[in-house]
């Protein structure tokens, strides 16, 4: 709708349908990117957003969304890194050639470990949210191939594959 994800850009189409001044929403909007805690959060009822209890009502509204003869539903995991800085483990749904990022979690990129238990968390968060009736298509890239990973894949009842 904006073609864009700036602050401005976003703000300034909240500010048109909610016909506020574009300062105010975009305000609003750079505070709620705080912690609840924040000292420079204005007001003293504000809380923190715990993104990870959206990731359901997220999907829903894209299934919501969807025309009503759909009955497939194509998603792909994605890890990006960003520098040595970070990685972005996520689950897109696949629309008219984008991913819309669903769920998702940035771990620090030379942490040791496994992401075994953040991308099941991530599936979990997605757990019965696409009706049963719908064949999901979910697609990785070698990089990103375990056998639990297809094995959860399949418990949540979608169908994996990867990408040479």
């Known amino acids: 709708m904006t073609q864009s994800s700036s602050l401005t850009r976003v703000s300034h189409l909240i500010a048109k349908i909610n016909q506020e001044q574009d300062n105010t929403v975009r305000q609003r909007l750079k505070e709620w990117c705080k912690e609840g805690k924040a000292k420079s959060k ?20 894209i299934v919501d969304l969807l025309p009503q003869n759909t009955k497939e539903l194509p998603m792909a995991l994605d890890a990006t890194s960003i520098g040595q800085n ?3 483990l996520s689950i897109n749904v696949l629309y008219r050639s984008c991913g819309i990022p669903v769920a998702w979690k940035v771990v620090k990129a030379t942490e040791k470990g496994s992401w075994k238990p953040y991308w099941l ?44």
């Open 42 to 61: 204005k007001g003293n009822k504000r809380v923190s957003l715990e993104v990870q209890d959206c990731f359901a009502s997220l999907l829903q509204w």
């Open 86 to 88: 970070f990685t972005v």
């Open 121 to 164: 968390e991530l599936f979990q968060s997605l757990k019965n949210i696409v009706p049963t009736d719908w064949t999901v298509i979910v697609s990785a890239d070698r990089g990103l191939y375990a056998d639990w990973l297809y094995l959860q894949i399949v418990e949540l009842g979608w169908h994996p594959t990867h990408e040479n």
